[in-house]
């Protein structure tokens, strides 16, 4: 059983009081200074740059905990069995493992998210915006100065149909704030003809998918564009690194629509490395169900993330029941 | 002018990545190019290019007129190249069974109502929406994704498409 607390510590471990709040969940404490996030745990202490763990944190909050394992780095990150999450110290490090030094705790889903969404708005400068490409946005050091919750508390995308139907989530345009991209002024912007007859233009639908990721604010942030049924398009912007390695429970799938990026592949429970993806415009490739991965765009590049859906494959998995790769030949 | 250039793919021009194995089996990665793939394939070919269990990604060379398809669930169609219109019609009697998953091909032109008809070109995504009957027209050679179920017509041919060492 679990507790989680948001707490204001009058008394930070750190010993100096740089305006951040201290945040507690079971038995892990959270604290920030100028440059580093400190984890405390039973097993000891651990520390992250404060720019890779906000970056890190932003996803999983953001994506709900996504899919399977989110490595913040080498040593901390998230599982999630949807309704509640694990957070654990060294669960996918074999030393730590080896040392007896991993430690895990299982919370519910809505106490970890308020734990997380409280740090990630209290810890975020004003003028840092974890969502951004590194060259897009100030920086996140120093004592506590502001906030950005603008950014910090976007929603994610997700359409129930398609992107621009009537009744689903919306077009990025100029006059919703959304401009084209630095990286993606060539991409054209012309909308595809569309002539429904009277009765069907909730069905007869196109849109411009590319002029809406060059439009994207964001980067490594998935969100869902077309849905056929448990099969969700969930198409992203990249540039420069993914701020996690991603351990899916389930196979899924990228499509590079444009540009280039380098994928580090490792075993999704050793970490040790297995190979190296490199994907060009049309390239399509699987990510196989027991690795974990992360992402280099040297340019902001378009991603179609391929996911399904279907709840009941985690457990397939994991029973060994579905091979972690998706084609034999 | 932007000082950053953008690299799409076409049928013309690719660049395939690839997978560079430390220690694994390079099969597991199902690589392949989709443009490389509608390069070789015959026009309205349903090449599976991705695949989750029931769910595919098929890369199809669009060229001239497809036959008339129908599901009983939407998918969708995401132009990569060319420019590619796709005509709709609202069948009289529904086509494919509820039961029946992935595209269908229907015998002729199916009578009923028009419903419209869109333009896509590259980058631009239609809704292939349930229940309707859709034809491909593409004078010239073009590339779509289709997002949609495996059935009948879908192709599987890993070992030619995808790389293996």
Redesign the interface.
């Known amino acids: 059983m679990s507790t989680a607390s948001i707490s204001n510590l009058e008394a930070p471990a750190l010993g100096r009081d740089l305006g951040y709040k201290a945040f507690t969940i079971g038995k892990f404490r959270f604290e920030r200074d100028e440059y580093f996030a400190h984890i405390l745990y039973p097993m000891g202490r651990h520390l992250m740059p404060i720019d890779a763990f906000l970056r890190a944190l932003m996803r999983d909050v953001a994506w709900g905990f996504f899919y399977g394992t989110v490595n913040f780095d080498p040593v901390l990150g998230t599982v999630n069995h949807y309704g509640t999450v694990d957070l654990f110290m060294g669960l996918c490090n074999p030393a730590y493992r080896q040392a007896n030094r991993a430690y895990i705790e299982n919370f519910p889903t809505k106490d970890i998210k308020a734990v997380f969404e409280g740090m990630l708005d209290d810890w975020t400068n004003e003028g840092f915006d974890p969502f951004a490409a590194p060259d897009e946005t100030g920086k996140p050091y120093g004592p506590k100065r502001g906030n950005n919750r603008k950014a910090v508390q976007r929603q994610r995308v997700v359409a129930k149909r398609m992107v621009g139907l009537p009744g689903d989530t919306g077009y990025r345009t100029d006059a919703n704030g959304y401009t084209v991209n630095r990286h993606f002024l060539d991409v054209p912007q012309d909308q595809p003809e569309v002539h429904a007859e009277p009765g069907f233009e909730s069905e007869v639908h196109a849109f411009n998918l590319f002029g809406y990721l060059s439009r994207s604010d964001v980067t490594w942030n998935p969100s869902v564009c077309s849905v056929v049924k448990d099969s969700l398009m969930c198409p992203t912007t990249e540039e420069n690194i993914l701020p996690i390695f991603h351990g899916n429970d389930r196979v899924e799938w990228f499509i590079q629509a444009c540009d280039e990026i380098i994928w580090e592949i490792e075993d999704g429970s050793t970490g040790k490395p297995r190979a190296k993806v490199i994907m060009k415009a049309g390239d399509v490739a699987a990510m196989p169900a027991d690795i974990r991965h992360k992402g280099y765009s040297p340019k902001r590049s378009m991603l179609l993330v391929w996911e399904n859906n279907d709840n009941s494959l985690p457990e397939k998995y994991q029973r060994g029941e579905l091979k972690p790769y998706p084609a034999e030949f | 002018?932007?000082e950053?250039?953008?690299?799409?793919?076409s049928l013309n021009h690719?660049?395939?990545?690839?997978?560079?194995?430390?220690?694994?089996n390079?099969?597991?990665?199902?690589?392949?190019?989709?443009?490389?793939v509608a390069s070789k394939s015959k026009p309205y070919e349903k090449i599976c290019?991705?695949?989750?269990?029931k769910?595919v990604?098929e890369?199809v060379r669009a060229e001239g007129n497809s036959p008339w398809f129908s599901a009983s669930?939407?998918?969708?169609a995401?132009c990569?190249d060319g420019e590619v219109e796709?005509h709709?019609v609202?069948p009289e009697q529904q086509l494919v069974p509820d039961t029946k998953e992935g595209s269908v091909k229907i015998n002729g032109e199916p009578k009923g109502?028009?419903?419209?008809?869109?333009?896509?070109?590259?980058?631009?995504?239609?809704?292939l929406?349930k229940g309707?009957a859709y034809q491909f027209r593409s004078p010239k050679p073009g590339v779509l994704?289709i997002?949609?179920?495996q059935g009948d017509h879908t192709v599987?041919c890993?070992?030619d498409i995808?790389q293996?060492a």
């Not at chain 2, 109502?113 to 809704?127: D, E, I, N, P, S």
Request: proline share 3%; with cysteine; net charge positive.
């Open positions: 002018m932007s950053y250039r953008t690299v799409f793919g690719y660049e395939k990545g690839g997978v560079e194995v430390i220690e694994d390079p099969k597991h990665y199902v690589f392949s190019n989709l443009f490389e290019v991705g695949k989750n269990l769910y990604i890369a669930h939407d998918e969708a995401l990569m796709v709709f609202k109502q028009k419903m419209g008809w869109v333009r896509v070109r590259r980058g631009h995504m239609a809704l929406p309707s994704l997002q949609t179920i599987e890993w070992a995808c293996t």
